[in-house]
């Protein structure tokens, strides 16, 4: 790849970043988690006076108000990237100061083979194509150390490697307590943690998205169904462009050791062929955050947002995807990769390529069944180079993308036309992609929200919605169990990395946690190999198309002050990372 030298070559990205992000981790680790507790102890202690608790008697943990609130003070940066620009086709790399960035980013700071730096001349440049990235800090420790468990309950498990072999759980350490009250645990260093994705949370983004929904046939489609159409705009989504540190921290209040995180690459290249250098930087700042709080990072490079560029190009289906995609993960290898220890390549294409181009729902909102294919193709092209360069530069990594993977079943077993409709559902729906893909995936990524029963006639599915979640989908819990045990014959590790539910009162959220995680522990047992779990979503957020009326989150957000608070779900959730385990 041909390189340029920037334009501006004054610009200079050597700041003392990992000092002042010192200072700014106002919150230890280990304080936030006592703070919390004080404060699920004392509302525990009220509560029970106040007989009004809801959850369970087996249940240990209590809902909690947001008592206390931490107040940070926002950044005055921006939200919009505005800053020093690179020259995309020419690559960038960013030098770095010593000591300013955790072990893994320095090993990554260098930039890839054959990307030259364009901030400064003359200096040192180190051939790092062969250095293997460091997966130290991955959270494992974290568990280790937060989990006190009886000593009845925990047998003895090997030591969490660096290696692959880790990803396969150590299945002597899941064990039952026969009670009424049964405590199932997970496997020592399960990845317990929050799923985010940049456009959702971040505010400020300019891209397709943000285009399209402010187009007037959209406003006009919004107008229809209410009074308010800024709820349909994205916007400033939770500010945690500026308020990073805090979700951070919130992570730590729910005693997680991982966190998902996207990357919005429409803000590192808004201008065709031009890095911004200080978008770049700022999640640079964002990962290395997360790693000094000993989170392990599983980072998303696309959530389904484009550059506005590319969508006038063609987007998903333009013939440039591949190329224009390469190029942006080559930088993020070059400048972000050591503080990334899963990768996943894409969000759930097969969604995105439907919604975009058979349901009409989302950007660009074309009807093709050829556009649709040509997209999934494209998408499963752009993975397998992607996991091909990441691993050429980081032998060791861990590669996936995310599948959204529903239980689909006939609905009457015995009706032959039932069962060969379910059948095409679940090749075309859950497997077409992983098949197409499997050899370059290290890991099985998938997200479980929906349960089909399917007929042989329009529309297709029809469940039983007993209980559905405020999104009106059905609360299937035992679909995960189905779906994992599908998923094992690949033979790959598997993390589970969504699953949530919209529940503004929060009503069955801590249930349907629990529930979920019976049945995860379920597959487990039965030697599923899951490494992971991630709920949707840390906060209430932008909910595509549906803007902000589903809450997801385990806390919510004030829309005009950005304010997170907890709902009590969020302490049932606490207590399951905190202890690896589940009271059920
Ligand atoms: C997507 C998220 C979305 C969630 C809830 C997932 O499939 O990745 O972006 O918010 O579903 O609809």
Not at 17 to 39: N, P, T
Request: with cysteine; hydrophobic share 35%.
């Amino acid at each position: 790849m041909a390189l340029r030298k920037m334009e501006d070559p004054s610009i200079n990205l050597k700041e003392n970043d990992g000092e002042e992000l010192d200072e700014k981790l106002l919150h230890s680790k280990d304080e936030h988690r006592k703070h919390f507790e004080e404060r699920i102890k004392r509302i525990e202690a009220s509560e029970k006076n106040s007989q009004q608790e809801e959850v369970r008697p087996t249940e240990t943990i209590n809902p909690i108000n947001k008592e206390e609130k931490v107040v940070h003070e926002q950044s005055t940066e921006k939200a919009e990237g505005s800053g020093e620009m690179l020259n995309a086709s020419t690559e960038t790399s960013v030098e770095k100061e010593p000591g300013d960035r955790s072990e893994d980013a320095e090993k990554a700071a260098t930039p890839v083979e054959n990307i030259t730096s364009v901030i400064e001349t003359g200096k040192e440049k180190k051939d790092i194509t062969k250095e293997k990235k460091s997966m130290s800090g991955t959270g494992t420790e974290c568990a280790k150390e937060e989990s006190p468990k009886q000593a009845s309950e925990v047998l003895p498990t090997k030591q969490a490697t660096e290696d692959k072999n880790n990803l396969q759980p150590n299945l002597s350490n899941i064990s039952q307590v026969p009670n009424s009250t049964r405590k199932i645990t997970f496997p020592e260093g399960f990845l317990w943690g929050v799923s985010t994705s940049a456009y959702q949370i971040e505010g400020g983004n300019e891209n397709d998205w943000s285009i399209w929904e402010k187009e007037g046939r959209r406003m006009l489609k919004v107008m229809e169904r209410t009074k308010n159409p800024e709820e349909f705009i994205c916007g400033q989504a939770c500010d945690s462009y500026n308020r990073y540190e805090e979700d951070f921290d919130l992570a730590l209040e729910l005693n997680n050791n991982s966190f998902r995180l996207g990357i919005e690459w429409s803000r590192v290249e808004k201008n065709k062929g031009i890095w911004n250098v200080d978008e770049i930087k700022h999640y640079r700042n964002v990962l290395r955050a997360a790693k000094k709080r000993g989170l392990t990072t599983v980072v998303t490079l696309w959530h389904w947002t484009l550059p506005s560029w590319l969508a006038r190009e063609g987007g998903l289906i333009s013939k440039q995807l591949e190329e224009k995609f390469m190029r942006y993960v080559e930088m993020v290898i070059g400048e972000l990769g050591g503080d990334i220890d899963y990768w996943v390549t894409l969000n759930e294409p097969m969604i995105a390529a439907l919604n975009a181009y058979i349901s009409k729902r989302w950007p660009p909102n074309k009807k093709s069944i050829l556009k649709y294919r040509k997209a999934i193709k494209n998408l499963a092209k752009v993975h397998k180079a992607s996991y091909k360069m990441i691993h050429d530069r980081f032998p060791d990594a861990r590669v996936g993308f995310s599948n959204l993977t529903n239980f689909i079943e006939p609905k009457h077993k015995w009706l032959i036309t039932d069962r060969i409709v379910a059948a095409i559902f679940e090749s075309m729906w859950n497997k077409w992609f992983i098949n197409k893909t499997i050899d370059q995936v290290d890991y099985i990524g998938m997200s479980y929200y929906f349960h089909d029963r399917v007929i042989s006639y329009p529309p297709f599915v029809k469940n039983d919605n007993n209980e559905t979640t405020d999104m009106g989908w059905e609360i299937y819990p035992a679909g995960i169990y189905h779906v994992l045990k599908q998923l094992a014959k690949y033979k790959k590790p598997i993390m589970i990395i969504e699953n949530g539910i919209a529940d503004a009162e929060d009503k069955h959220r801590s249930k349907f946690i629990k529930d979920h995680l019976e049945n995860v522990h379920k597959a487990i047992l039965e030697g599923v190999e899951v490494i992971g779990y991630f709920h949707w979503s840390l906060l209430d957020n932008f909910e595509w198309d549906s803007g902000y009326g589903p809450k997801f989150g385990l806390y919510k957000v004030d829309r005009k002050t950005f304010e997170r608070t907890p709902r009590p779900s969020a302490a049932v959730y606490a207590q399951i990372c905190k202890e690896n385990a589940v009271e059920i």
